[in-house]
């Protein structure tokens, strides 16, 4: 008996170095599966997902529509809860989806209008509540309804749209430059533009150069931006097509919670995620609009920064094969708040009342070199988070036979958003601790010497000492190297021989397939 099972592993070791040596060829090749107009429409919508104005979502809600700071944070932390909430039956919902269609289009396609109308009547507001005050019943429960409504709606579509994104090719190489093209192109050709227009708008007004409200200046950019990347979407969602082959059975919800629990990569993301959402702070242009009076040095400070931007995509190689993936997810997601140290310490020269954070000049020249060294690892940032995400898509199917894309992405999502209800009750409340006055931006009034510190450390400081713990759990990842390979060697095979058995094969056929690879994948693994 032992003998046979010595035989037996010996013969499961050997299939394994034959795939291993088959496959890893195939795992590096160059093969395409999105084809050049699909590859264009993919980059205008990434570009679409940052063609708005939601950087000045809270000054929006403060300073123009101007909902009472403690009323903020009731809606804040309801509609938190809320999204916990809806996003475990969203998840359970998509998860069973199967349509010709595939499993998330169907979403992204039926929402996208709605959508777009919710979100220009949120910019709409203050027209339909001009001269009310801050705490007005009818305004809060306007603004609440909507929230809640936007919060469910924007599940369905947060959750479908990262499962399109991890399901549009099979093939990592493949997807890999999906992402950079899309990142690279979006900065080159300004998808931020809309933010850096409605900035150099604000300064304007603000010094009465130009003849405008800023009521109508952020209604009409809201719903221009709105308009425009709602029907782009709707295009790219439309003509796209999922490309991973879903599992015949729909997972359990039992599944699917394990396929989460046993996915250690996910589970380190998360936890990063969760302990870096747990940063408590402010907005950088609260403080370059209420202490510099300058909300253009967003655009001004970045010009050396932005001539960086699209080179930092070619350092990508260069970082891979220089750093490990988790040094590279740390040097990309936590550069910023690093950098964002000594800025404090240059800008506190001078003591807390007279310091050189009043300054805009020297603090051009601090916050332009912070943006330029950010911007070097600007590529790795916006790359390989995102690879990681999908390979540990890829990791679920591998182990379980099975992928849960959307289950996953709301357990990635819930302790985050937990994390984040916590953070944005504790910045409104710290907002209002500093003595934040939310009429002086229209009046025209200056806020204390006490509130412009307070704002530029909750720009700085203090957001960086509260979320350095998301460091922690990324040192323990490890889906990299030979795992990694042999992972996509598997998959690849797996994949071609269950298309094989979809075109000729019969459903019984299909299952008894899946079976059998995850049954000889657990062998491997446990080898």
């Not at 001078?350 to 943006?371: R, S």
């Not at 025209?444 to 010497?449: F, H, L, P, V």
């Amino acid at each position: 008996m032992a003998t046979e099972n010595i035989d037996v592993k010996e013969d499961v070791v050997a299939e394994s170095s034959e795939i291993d040596s088959a496959s890893r060829e195939y795992v590096y090749e160059n093969r395409r599966y999105v084809g050049l107009k699909e590859t264009v429409w993919y980059v205008i919508y990434d570009m679409c997902q940052s063609f708005n104005i939601d950087s000045f979502s809270d000054r929006f809600i403060t300073s123009i529509l101007q909902i009472d700071l403690d009323l903020q944070t009731v809606v804040n932390v309801f509609n938190g809860f809320w999204d916990v909430i809806n996003d475990i039956f969203t998840a359970a919902i998509v998860e069973k989806t199967r349509t010709r269609w595939g499993k998330f289009k169907p979403y992204l396609v039926a929402l996208g209008i709605p959508g777009t109308l919710g979100t220009c009547f949120y910019w709409l507001m203050p027209m339909f509540f001009k001269g009310k005050g801050s705490r007005d019943m009818a305004k809060f429960l306007t603004y609440f309804i909507l929230a809640i409504v936007r919060e469910g709606a924007g599940t369905f579509r947060a959750i479908a749209k990262t499962g399109m994104l991890a399901t549009i090719t099979p093939h990592p190489v493949d997807r890999t430059r999906l992402i950079t093209m899309a990142e690279f192109f979006s900065g080159l050709l300004g998808e931020k533009l809309p933010q850096q227009i409605l900035t150099v708008l604000i300064d304007l007004i603000g010094r009465k150069v130009i003849n405008l409200s800023y009521t109508s200046t952020f209604m009409f950019m809201g719903n221009f931006t709105s308009i425009v990347s709602g029907v782009a979407s709707l295009i790219f969602c439309v003509m796209t097509r999922e490309r991973v082959m879903q599992s015949v059975e729909t997972p359990s919800v039992w599944q699917g919670i394990k396929s989460v629990v046993n996915n250690k990569p996910i589970l380190l993301l998360t936890l990063s995620e969760t302990l870096s959402n747990f940063s408590v702070g402010g907005s950088i242009n609260d403080y370059y609009i209420d202490v510099l009076n300058f909300a253009s040095m967003t655009m001004v400070a970045g010009i050396p920064g932005a001539i960086i931007n699209p080179f930092s995509f070619s350092l990508v190689p260069w970082f891979r094969r220089k750093f490990s993936t988790k040094a590279l997810y740390l040097l990309g997601t936590k550069s910023q708040s690093l950098l964002d140290i000594p800025v404090f310490l240059i800008g506190m020269i001078g003591g807390k009342h007279n310091g050189i954070y009043k300054k805009i000049l020297p603090m051009f020249f601090v916050m332009a070199i912070k943006e330029a060294i950010y911007m070097v690892f600007w590529g790795v940032r916006r790359v390989i988070p995102s690879e990681m995400y999908n390979e540990s898509m890829d990791y679920c199917e591998w182990k379980n036979g099975y992928r849960t894309e959307a289950m996953t992405s709301v357990a990635r999502d819930l302790t985050k958003k937990l994390a984040s209800i916590l953070n944005s009750a504790l910045s409104l409340q710290l907002k209002k601790l500093i003595g934040y006055d939310i009429s002086s931006y229209t009046r025209g009034a200056a806020q204390t010497d006490d509130t412009k510190f307070g704002l530029f450390a909750m720009a700085t400081i203090i957001p960086t000492v509260t979320g350095l713990l998301g460091i922690i759990p990324i040192l323990f990842y490890d889906l990299s190297g030979e795992k990694r390979e042999r992972m996509y060697a598997e998959l690849l095979t797996r994949r071609e021989e269950a298309a094989k058995l979809a075109m000729s094969g019969s459903k019984e056929d299909i299952e008894k397939l899946a079976k059998e690879q995850l049954s000889v994948g657990d062998k491997k693994r446990d080898l």
